[in-house]
């Protein structure tokens, strides 16, 4: 039986948001949770929290995961992927195509705040050539706890955004390895096989602002 759609829903703020590491600006926000494997014995977990604001799309990933290594320090760099860090994948058009098309993008960004980018092409095929423009930073709260944050602004994306109107496909993944053993493993919200398949990705609805809790 197919598996209902993940959802998360990015409401909308009135003032940019600061990029500083710190969850309390977080707390009025929607968020999902996901879960991995544990490794080297520590358990592995996820909240991925977003916002939006008429220039830039706002995601924050508050991660626990086994002991923090990273390695790579270079954008771009080879292995990134293996490293201690986040990634969120976006399908700006919501066309759900098992292609990687030019309207799909992707950001890898590891505990020392390294990225790994890359798009899609009109073939289908990722493009690790291109660099995008979002703004990111990533606070190491101890060895095995770390906040990321990125601000994606719409003129990458390519879509002018709408409350109650715009659609995003996306997926936020989490990777990490045992520094002991060398052991790499990854876990996402949507627990796809392939990473660069949009047609396994869930939705991200925006939002108007939301209403004051009394």
């Not at 830039?56 to 320090?73: C, N, P």
């Not at 490293?83 to 505990?111: Q, T």
């Not at 719409?154 to 520094?179: C, H, Y």
Request: proline share 6%; with cysteine.
């Amino acid at each position: 039986m197919p598996q209902p759609t993940r959802t998360i829903r990015a409401y909308e703020i009135a003032a940019p948001l600061s990029l500083d590491g710190d969850l309390a600006k977080w707390q009025a926000a929607e968020s999902v949770a996901f879960e991995g494997r544990p490794l080297a014995g520590h358990p592995r977990r996820a909240t991925v929290y977003a916002l939006w604001d008429r220039d830039y799309l706002y995601l924050g990933f508050d991660v626990y995961s086994s002991k923090l290594v990273a390695a790579v320090r270079q954008h771009d760099g080879d292995l990134l992927c293996e490293d201690d860090g986040v990634e969120f994948l976006i399908d700006a058009h919501h066309d759900r195509s098992k292609e990687w098309l030019a309207d799909d993008f992707a950001y890898h960004i590891n505990v020392l705040n390294v990225v790994y980018d890359d798009r899609g092409t009109p073939a289908g095929k990722p493009d690790p050539a291109w660099t995008g423009a979002a703004r990111h930073v990533v606070r190491i709260v101890d060895d095995y706890h770390y906040v990321a944050e990125a601000a994606v602004p719409w003129t990458e994306i390519g879509v002018k955004p709408r409350a109650g109107k715009t659609i995003l496909g996306a997926d936020f993944a989490v990777n990490g390895k045992d520094p002991a053993s060398g052991k790499y493993d990854y876990f996402d919200w949507c627990q796809l096989k392939v990473f660069h398949d949009a047609s396994g990705f869930g939705d991200l609805v925006l939002a108007g602002r939301r209403k004051p809790r009394r």
